[in-house]
T-cell receptor, first 114, second 110 residues
Framework: DTEVTQTPKHLVMGMTNKKSLKCEQHMGHRAMYWYKQKAKKPPELMFVYSYEKLSINESVPSRFSPECPNSSLLNLHLHALQPEDSALYLC?????????????FGDGTRLSIL | DAKTTQPNSMESNEEEPVHLPCNHSTISGTDYIHWYRQLPSQGPEYVIHGLTSNVNNRMASLAIAEDRKSSTLILHRATLRDAAVYYCILISGGYQKVTFGTGTKLQVIP
């Protein structure tokens, strides 16, 4: 069982819908990440939060809006997505500033845009 | 950004050692080399990491070239459960660069 929990596991939405992905960890990690992974491709970093503040945005379109309401939760709000946004969205967490420490990944939310 | 290159796929017989290579010729002095693996329908799982010296843990060994431009993940006895995509990743200060390699799909033959 993974220590990073992502919900829902699957999500199908239309291009005009608004939905949110949720990620939760209770390991005391203060760095949290969103990645996007297309089929048969490596994960691509989207956002990094450090101490609940956004520290990195990898030029992600504004239709993706991250939020970190507390040290255990990370959300990704979705609005007006495009079919090409269909992918596996992975959340990860780690210690802050400890680049020799591993990232712990959830099993992802598989998103399909109709 | 520093990039890594890996073979697309490799095969190994069960209970044989496996050496998975990774090239990172543009690595910088602050880049840590991390290896993760990803099983189907799961998120990546940490395997091992290092900076300059070779490293061992219960899962694998990591051999880092003296010039740090390449590394090799060593699975001492491959099992069917080791069949996965293995990613070589460079992580540096501030997480300004998080670059996944292309990944190597390891097939383990019974």
């Amino acid at each position: 069982d993974t220590e990073v929990t992502q919900t829902p596991k699957h999500l199908v939405m239309g291009m005009t819908n608004k939905k949110s992905l949720k990620c939760e960890q209770h390991m005391g990690h203060r760095a949290m990440y969103w990645y996007k992974q297309k089929a048969k491709k490596p994960p691509e970093l989207m956002f990094v939060y450090s101490y609940e503040k956004l520290s990195i945005n990898e030029s992600v379109p504004s239709r993706f809006s991250p939020e970190c309401p507390n040290s255990s939760l990370l959300n990704l709000h979705l609005h007006a997505l495009q079919p090409e946004d269909s992918a596996l969205y992975l959340c990860a967490s780690s210690q802050v500033g400890q680049f020799n420490q591993p990232q712990h990944f959830g099993d992802g939310t598989r998103l399909s845009i109709l | 950004d520093a990039k890594t290159t890996q073979p697309n796929s490799m095969e190994s017989n069960e209970e044989e050692p496996v050496h998975l290579p990774c090239n990172h010729s543009t690595i910088s002095g602050t880049d840590y080399i991390h290896w993760y693996r990803q099983l189907p329908s799961q998120g990546p799982e940490y395997v091992i990491h290092g900076l300059t010296s070779n490293v061992n843990n219960r899962m694998a060994s990591l051999a880092i070239a003296e010039d740090r431009k390449s590394s090799t993940l060593i699975l001492h006895r491959a099992t069917l459960r080791d069949a996965a995509v293995y990613y070589c990743i460079l992580i540096s200060g501030g997480y300004q660069k998080v670059t996944f390699g292309t990944g190597t799909k390891l097939q383990v033959i019974p």
